[in-house]
């Protein structure tokens, strides 16, 4: 049994669809305020992304000791091979998803899905999974017509998108993992749990 320092739909679906024995707890973590701090550090994305999964895992970690629990992050950056470009945030509101959207639009990003597992306070390990999206060109009216569809479920994702829903009609390219964009490496996690006993090898 893990347990999930997250409310995520998605990664509990993942988690579920792979007979994953877990339970979920929710970090309590001021989000924002973390990655002001983490990147007044000067953090890159991927290390932003690490950063914040390993945090939530060890605010649960406290509340569970004994438990191996799992916390997830990620984060965005624009730009070809630089994980120090622009970095993206969740949308604020509806207006703000239209500015990412004109923003991502007919460019290439790199979304960093990061995992780390912590026991009794301490990390075991970690992994961080990058992907690189080419965005097509994108119309304003797909983008209010996209929004209208989706703004409801999509408003928690970062970049705007559900890959697994209509916000694959965004995208010209992807190279990587499908379940990284939905919010975790899951194929690496899986192998962590064979070696550790939790899932039959």
């Not at 347990?3 to 924002?32: C, N, W, Y």
């Not at 009794?120 to 009216?141: C, F, K, Q, Y």
């Amino acid at each position: 049994m893990i347990v999930l320092a997250s409310q995520s739909a998605s990664r509990k679906a993942m988690l579920i669809a792979a007979l994953v024995p877990f339970e979920t707890l929710s970090p309590g973590v001021d989000e924002e305020a973390a990655k002001d701090a983490l990147r007044a550090d000067g953090l890159d994305a991927r290390a932003l992304a690490d950063a914040l999964a390993e945090l939530k895992a060890l605010k649960v970690s406290r509340r569970v000791p004994g438990a191996l629990v799992l916390g997830c992050d990620q984060t965005l950056s624009i730009g070809d091979g630089d994980d120090r470009g622009v970095m993206i945030d969740k949308a604020v509101d509806r207006a703000d998803a239209t500015r990412i959207l004109q923003l991502l639009s007919g460019r290439v990003h790199h979304l960093h899905s990061a995992a780390v597992i912590v026991l009794n306070g301490e990390p075991i390990w970690r992994h961080v999974e990058r992907v690189r999206m080419t965005v097509r060109p994108l119309s304003d009216a797909f983008i209010a017509s996209y929004l209208d569809a989706d703004w409801d479920a999509l408003r928690w994702c970062v970049g705007c998108y559900r890959i697994e829903g209509p916000g694959a009609q965004l995208f010209s390219k992807v190279e990587g993992s499908q379940f990284a964009i939905q919010g975790l490496p899951l194929l690496p996690l899986l192998d962590f749990l064979r070696v550790r006993g939790v899932l039959a090898a």
